[in-house]
């Protein structure tokens, strides 16, 4: 969701739909700023990756590193969760009825 706004954003500045200056301070043009201040917000959220700007395959394993990061935090919180609730079911009246797996009975 948060990325079709962004991309709708910048589509509109790329396209010239937006017709005031976004900043009126500097005569630049509003996708320059927009790019300009992009990156900005990148470089000062993100400062530990300023070192791999140019060694692409130094950014690469970077982002490999954290694509797997990821993967094993949402296991762990899979697993804690599905223990979370193991321990709501052995105990009456925590999990609302509608929570609670019907058994099947022929």
């Known amino acids: 969701m948060h990325a ?3 991309a709708y954003m910048f589509n509109l500045v790329e396209e010239g739909k937006i017709s005031t200056a ?3 301070a500097t005569p630049t043009s509003n996708q320059v700023f927009i790019q300009e201040y992009v990156a900005n917000l990148l470089k000062t959220a993100f400062p530990h990756l ?3 700007n140019q060694d ?3 950014f690469k394993e ?3 590193d ?3 990061q990821i993967k094993e935090r949402e296991t762990s919180l899979r697993q804690a969760q ?3 609730h193991k ?3 052995s105990v009456p009246g925590i999990l609302n009825p509608h929570e609670i797996p019907e058994e099947m009975c022929d």
């Open 87 to 89: 321990i709501q079911m």
């Open 56 to 58: 692409i395959p130094a």
């Open 62 to 64: 970077h982002l490999r």
């Open 4 to 6: 079709s706004i962004l």
């Open 66 to 68: 954290f694509l797997v």
């Open 50 to 52: 300023q070192d791999l």
């Open 82 to 84: 599905e223990e979370k």
């Open 22 to 24: 976004l900043n009126p």
